[in-house]
């Protein structure tokens, strides 16, 4: 079965400091990769994604991911944080078989991520 | 194209009653998600919609949980017999089957089962 460990609950760091949320899953098929932000009360906005080619992938609000097979990991991060990205961050895998999607996502536990002024 | 959509966004209902949600996914999306998301979790696969069929369902699914997509485009979920285990936020999400297959979510309705 597939599994998506965040290591971290919760990472607290100041504004302006760089980031980087861990990610690690565990698949046996072909896996894509995304990251997705949520706001409290609110549904998940997609950031970036991985599916082939550049391990490294670039999203949006700043945001970048390097994929690294090796490892199982798939790491978000962001050179200088502001204050607006304060909220949680979820990993999440999906399957590939055939280059067909079996459909679902796996999420991690979710990082949430405070910014001090 | 204004994403994907909701129904209600808030239910609070009493144990034993029955309670149906909506999504509309975004309209050239074939593929429809539907998660479960409780208090300082990642949100949980429960089933998704290829069209009108229904390709896979979770164990976490009972019996007392039934989903429908009939015209391939608009989904309703309804639980019957609401328990309080049941409060969390349903979360719809839609996909292309093709390419990356991102999916996209809605808001998300919150059910709070008294």
């Known amino acids: 079965a597939q599994s998506v460990t965040q290591p971290d609950i919760h990472i607290t760091v100041s504004e302006g400091a760089s980031l980087e949320l861990r990610c690690n899953y565990s698949y046996g098929a072909t896996p894509y990769l995304f990251w997705y932000v949520q706001s409290p009360g609110q549904g998940l906005q997609l950031l970036l994604k991985?599916?082939?080619?550049?391990?490294l992938v670039q999203g949006i609000k700043g945001f970048e991911a390097e994929f690294k097979r090796s490892q199982s990991s798939f790491n978000l991060r962001k050179p200088s944080v502001h204050w607006s990205d304060a909220a949680e961050y979820f990993c999440?895998?999906?399957?590939?078989?055939?280059?067909?999607?079996?459909?679902?996502?796996?999420f991690g536990q979710g990082t949430i991520l405070t910014v001090h002024p | 194209d204004t994403g994907v959509s909701q129904d209600p966004r808030h239910k609070i209902t009493k144990r034993g009653q029955n309670v149906t949600f909506r999504c509309d996914p975004i309209s050239e999306h074939n593929r429809l998600y539907w998660y479960r998301q409780t208090l300082g979790q990642g949100p949980e696969f429960l089933t998704y919609f290829q069209n009108e069929a229904q390709l896979e369902k979770s164990r976490l699914l009972s019996d007392r949980f039934s989903a429908e997509r009939p015209k391939g485009s608009f989904s309703t979920l309804e639980i019957q017999r609401t328990e309080q285990g049941d409060s969390a936020m349903y979360l719809c999400?839609?996909?292309?089957?093709?390419?990356?297959?991102?999916?996209?979510f809605g808001p998300g309705t919150r059910l709070t089962v008294t």
């Open positions: 999400a839609s996909s292309l089957d093709r390419g990356s297959y991102e999916q996209y």
């Open positions: 991985y599916f082939s080619g550049d391990t």
């Open positions: 999440a895998v999906g399957a590939l078989a055939g280059g067909t999607s079996y459909g679902k996502l796996t």
